[in-house]
T-cell receptor, first 109, second 113 residues
Framework: KNEVEQSPQNLTAQEGEFITINCSYS?????LHWLQQHPGGGIVSLFM???GKKKHGRLIATINIQEKHSSLHITASHPRDSAVYIC???????????FGTGTRLTIIP | GAGVSQTPSNKVTEKGKYVELRCDPI?????LYWYRQSLGQGPEFLIY????????DSGLPNDRFFAVRPEGSVSTLKIQRTERGDSAVYLC???????????FGQGTRLTVV
């Protein structure tokens, strides 16, 4: 079992829909990152969380430490949001990030 | 520069050859990470530098892989006797410290033929 699980693996939605991507992890962490990767592109850091909730524009990220779960929400989705969204955690005892396999999001106009 | 820069962006090499991949982190960032991403997979950790020293190299798959950061800024990932299975996107990230936000480069796509 992977230490970081994401769902769904693939998500297709109509423009304007509210999007939720989930991330669950199985070990203690010091921080959780949400990252965005466009095809052929590098990775962009969206959020780093250790508790609570963060908002940036149409993106919202929440984390529940007790339940070892985080969600990334996109409001009023747009085709330019189409990308792979990756959840990554920094374990309490390690410096590296451990990544989920990503959620491929496609927003149809 | 403003972001993490990786060169080359693409590298095609023959099996058995030696390659070097370069990462220029954001100025002042002491933490530097190398990750490898195979097609359809999430990135996998290779090595972490804090300053000039490799604080964690547990992700290097074997002794053909080596990385240096001699002056605490630019890092070079070196792969000897490349194999087709080494083909992947090699990502570099830097941060202000160990538990801070990581900023990623665009990656180097390595293809071993």
């Amino acid at each position: 079992k992977n230490e970081v699980e994401q769902s769904p693996q693939n998500l297709t939605a109509q423009e304007g829909e509210f999007i939720t991507i989930n991330c669950s992890y199985s070990v203690g962490i010091s921080a959780l990152h949400w990252l965005q990767q466009h095809p052929g592109g590098g990775i962009v850091s969206l959020f780093m969380l250790s508790s609570g909730k963060k908002k940036h524009g149409r993106l919202i990220a929440t984390i529940n430490i007790q339940e070892k779960h985080s969600s990334l929400h996109i409001t009023a989705s747009h085709p330019r949001d189409s990308a792979v969204y990756i959840c990554a955690v920094r374990l309490n005892t390690r410096s590296k990030l451990t990544f989920g396999t990503g959620t491929r999001l496609t927003i149809i106009p | 520069g403003a972001g993490v820069s990786q060169t080359p962006s693409n590298k095609v090499t023959e099996k058995g050859k030696y390659v070097e991949l370069r990462c220029d982190p954001i100025s002042g960032h002491t933490a530097l990470y190398w990750y490898r991403q195979s097609l359809g997979q999430g990135p996998e950790f290779l090595i972490y530098f804090q300053g000039t020293g490799a604080a964690d190299d547990s992700g290097l798959p074997n002794d053909r892989f080596f990385a240096v950061r001699p002056e605490g800024s630019v890092s070079t990932l070196k792969i000897q006797r490349t194999e087709r299975g080494d083909s992947a996107v090699y990502l570099c990230a830097s941060g202000e410290g160990r538990d801070t936000e990581a900023f990623f480069g665009q990656g180097t796509r390595l293809t071993v033929v």
